[in-house]
């Protein structure tokens, strides 16, 4: 296939919606970077099942709050056969806090990995396609940054991971008007789409009716926007929105709080 030779990072993909897209990635022929944390054994799964359906797949373990790590994973990924070539930044930190009881440690594990790193790692990626690019190899790369559709409707709830999240939007326009020369950088900005670690069933669905549409984004909706922006070459900048309205009427709390 076509895209066999070019490598994308997918952050935190050893389960859940990373290990969606870097599924539906390999269906399109991309080698894929999986990026753990420590789930090792779900990762090795994920390679497994991945490679059974033909996937090129390459593990990579890094500690996103450690700046050595973060440059160990690019030291990896500029040295592997396939070109690195793309980055989607869906790792995500997720603890909750409010504007009354954050503290330093729980601010900065929240930007470490939901700002931080991927703001390093798109910079890499910039300057290892502009090398790229000199060579012959490869013209343009992609960033899609996985956001949260929250930071459209706020509420007072999860004060540091909005934040991040929100820094996260501005390091998406940000790198699209400073890296135009050889990347596009978009992202997705999901509604729930996956009950969280704790909420019931019952929780989940009450979120989902609360919306205008009743109803959130789904993991194919997510799946079908990863691959526009892949597809797309004249979209940078972008933030595509899937919340099923929820922007238009934010709930005054998070549910289940």
């Known amino acids: 296939m076509k895209n066999k030779n070019k490598t994308i990072l997918v952050t935190a993909s050893a389960k859940r ?29 994920t390679a497994n099942d991945l490679t059974k359906i033909g996937g090129n797949v390459t593990l990579f373990q890094a500690d996103l709050t450690k700046n050595s790590d973060v440059e160990k994973l690019i030291y ?5 056969k396939s070109t690195w070539s793309g980055l989607i930044n869906n790792a995500g930190y997720f603890n909750y806090d409010s504007g009354t009881n954050f503290d330093i440690k729980n601010l900065n594990d929240h930007m470490s990995v939901n700002f931080m790193a991927p703001t390093i790692l798109t910079k890499a990626l910039a300057n290892f396609t502009l090398k790229m690019k000199k060579e012959g190899k490869n013209k343009q790369g992609f960033v899609i940054n996985i956001l949260d559709a929250k930071i459209f409707g706020l509420n007072p709830d999860y004060y540091s991971y909005t934040l991040s999240k929100q820094a ?27 009950s969280a670690p704790g909420q019931d069933e019952k929780q989940f669905k009450k979120s989902h009716k609360n919306n205008l549409l009743k109803s959130s984004s789904t993991t194919e909706e997510i799946l079908d926007a990863v691959q526009l922006l892949i597809k797309s070459k004249s979209m940078t900048g972008h933030v595509i929105l899937l919340d099923g309205g929820a922007h238009l009427a934010p709930p005054r709390r998070d549910v289940g709080l």
Request: aromatic share 8%; with cysteine; net charge positive.
């Open 17 to 45: 919606l990373g290990k969606v897209i870097a599924t539906n990635l390999v269906k399109f022929g991309w080698s894929v970077a999986i990026h753990y944390n420590k789930s090792k054994q779900l990762a090795e799964e």
């Open 168 to 194: 996260m939007y501005g390091l998406t326009k940000m790198s699209a008007l400073s890296y135009s020369a050889c990347l596009r950088v978009n992202g997705i900005a999901p509604g729930i789409t996956l």
């Open 76 to 80: 990896n990924l500029e040295n592997s």
